[in-house]
Structures are given as structure tokens and as C-alpha cells.
DNA sequence: AGTAAACTCCGGAAGC
DNA sequence: TGCTTCCGGAGTTTAC
């Protein structure tokens, strides 16, 4: 499921491909598939060129040269890709944006519609209309410095609990989030603010290394992610917890345990990560 | 107020 | 073959 590397490898993908490329007109086969309303019709896409590509979170924005903003949020199935037009289009593809004059286009496809797409106004640094698109979202996890961290982590929540709110960092899903715990020894159900200011720190190295790795791998592909160009990820080969359950731990051999925490499976080493310190 | 849990969306996979 | 159940990102609702 794409989480932060997921989607900067799709922004570095489609940064390659269709940066100062000019839109074509949008075919949307789902209009609901488009979230906001009123923002701006979506025939003012067409003609203007790409001047940004980027990424928030886990949604990946294309900024144009009209100050108009597309930002898709891929949810749990969600694919970015750059085909030749006349590539055969699977299902569930909902919207097509021409590029090159019609060689090729940009699809969205998204078999759960957990995702979707927005048309913002003035940009991303507009505020104001930018409502459900990309708000409220915390601090970047390869931005932010350890003292915001450690104050993030000044509440009673579960650690993995917070982690996982996009209002409080914002990012990390399922599967980074384990990895992450897994690498600072820490045990997801664990109370945030009962965490150590070591522990704290070697969280935080955690997400960063894991996040990093995953980026220079092109993300993890568990069941649908695709980049841009449509190649699967590599990193799924090098999870060390995630959907590892019974498999030895990588550090000390024991056997990884699915539990469930904050309404999630989560993986984690009973040894290395133990409950209470 | 802060936190947690339940419910919603959706469709594919797995189990019976 | 045909059910039922599970899963999950993220928003909303409900309950402590």
C-alpha cells in the first residue's frame, strides 16, 4: 500500500516523464473519483504545462503553470502511471489525462476508490481551499528535527497508533511503521509518552533509515503498488517484521508475532521488542 | 479535551 | 459455484 517512499517514487518517476510536458483534456471514466468540487473545472487543465512535481505525505502533487494543483492520494490500491495511449487500459482506470498531444497519458487507476483525486487552486501553499486534499497533516519524518519528534511523542496514545496519524506526522502506514519499531526495539502497543529519550531518538533514526532504504529500493509492492512506469518495488524483499509472522527474527531468531494494535496487524519481535522495559 | 473504538467506503482474496 | 469474512487509508461518529 503506498506510503511516503511509495509515492516519492512515483513523484520521481513521473518528475522524469512529464515535467514541462504540456496536459491534454481529462477523461474521467469515475467522476466521483475526483473529491472536491468547485475548486476549478477540470477543462482548466488543459494546455498547461507540468512545472512541479511533488510529494506531501503520501499523496503526490503536479503543480501547473496556471497555478492550478492536481494531488492524488492513492489509498490502499491506488496507481500514477505514464502509458502509451494505446497500451491496452485495465480496469478500474478512473481518470486519463492526455500528454504529447495524445502519445501517451497520465492514468489513475484504483480498484478500492479508498483514494482520489483533487483540483486545487493558488497552489498547495494557498491554505484555503486545500480542505480534505491535504489537511490537516503533520511534520515530514525526513524533515523534522528530534525535538519536534520528542514533543510529538508527549502523549498517552499507543506509539504505533501515533505514528500512523497523519495529523501527527505525517506518511507512514502500516508497513513503515512496524519496520520502524522493529528497528529502535520498540514495542508498537507501547505508550508514546512512556518512551525514553534514547528510545525517542533511535525512533526516529528508525523511520528515517527505513524510509530512506525504502526510497532507494522504489518502495515496497505488496499487492499493488506500481511506480510510475509500472515496475513493482523491490523493498518488500527486505522487510524485516512486516508479513514476516513465524519467520526468525532477523536480529535474534525468534519467531516474528502478528498482533493487533490501533486496529492494525502489526509484526514485531517478542524478544527485541519487549513490552515493558 | 484527549483517546479509543466502531463504522463507512470498496473489491479482491481466502475460507468454508 | 456461491456464499461469508477479512483487510485496510482515512474520514466520521460514538463512547468513555
Given at each position: 500500500m503506498p506510503e511516503l517512499p511509495e509515492a516519492e517514487t512515483i513523484a520521481r518517476g513521473l518528475r522524469r516523464t512529464i515535467l514541462g510536458r504540456r496536459l491534454g483534456p481529462a477523461r474521467f471514466t469515475r467522476p466521483d473519483i475526483l473529491r472536491n468540487r468547485g475548486d476549478a473545472p477540470v477543462s482548466d487543465i488543459t494546455g498547461h504545462r507540468v512545472v512541479e512535481v511533488f510529494r506531501r505525505g503520501k499523496r503526490v502533487l503536479i503543480k501547473l503553470d496556471n497555478d492550478l494543483t492536481l494531488v492524488f492520494a492513492l489509498g490502499m490500491t491506488g496507481q500514477l502511471t505514464v502509458a502509451r495511449t494505446d497500451a491496452a487500459c485495465p480496469t478500474h482506470t478512473h481518470l486519463r489525462i492526455a500528454l504529447d498531444r495524445g502519445a501517451r497519458e497520465l492514468r489513475f487507476r484504483d480498484v478500492r476508490r479508498f483514494g482520489g483525486v483533487w483540483l486545487l487552486k493558488d497552489?498547495?501553499?494557498?491554505?484555503?481551499?486545500r480542505g480534505r486534499a491535504l489537511g490537516p497533516l503533520g511534520p515530514e519524518p525526513l524533515e523534522i528535527r528530534i525535538t519536534q519528534f520528542r514533543s510529538l511523542l508527549?502523549?498517552?496514545?499507543?506509539i504505533k497508533a501515533l505514528l500512523l496519524d497523519q495529523s501527527i506526522i505525517a506518511g507512514l502506514g502500516n508497513i513503515y511503521c512496524d519496520e520502524a519499531l522493529h528497528r529502535a526495539s520498540i514495542?508498537?502497543?507501547?505508550?508514546?509518552?512512556?518512551?525514553?529519550p534514547d528510545q525517542s531518538a533511535a525512533l526516529l533514526r528508525g523511520i528515517r533509515a527505513v524510509l530512506r532504504e525504502a526510497i532507494r529500493r522504489g518502495g515496497s509492492s505488496i499487492s499493488d503498488y506500481r511506480d510510475a512506469q509500472g515496475n513493482l518495488g523491490y523493498f518488500q524483499h527486505r522487510h524485516?517484521?512486516?508479513?514476516?509472522?513465524d519467520q526468525p527474527c532477523h536480529r535474534c531468531r525468534t519467531p516474528i508475532q502478528r498482533i493487533i494494535v490501533a486496529a492494525r496487524s502489526t509484526h514485531f519481535c517478542p524478544a527485541c521488542q519487549p513490552p515493558r522495559v
Open positions: 497552489g498547495v501553499t494557498g491554505q484555503k481551499s508527549r502523549r498517552k496514545r499507543q514495542h508498537p502497543a507501547a505508550r508514546a509518552d512512556d518512551l525514553t524485516r517484521v512486516y508479513q514476516r509472522t
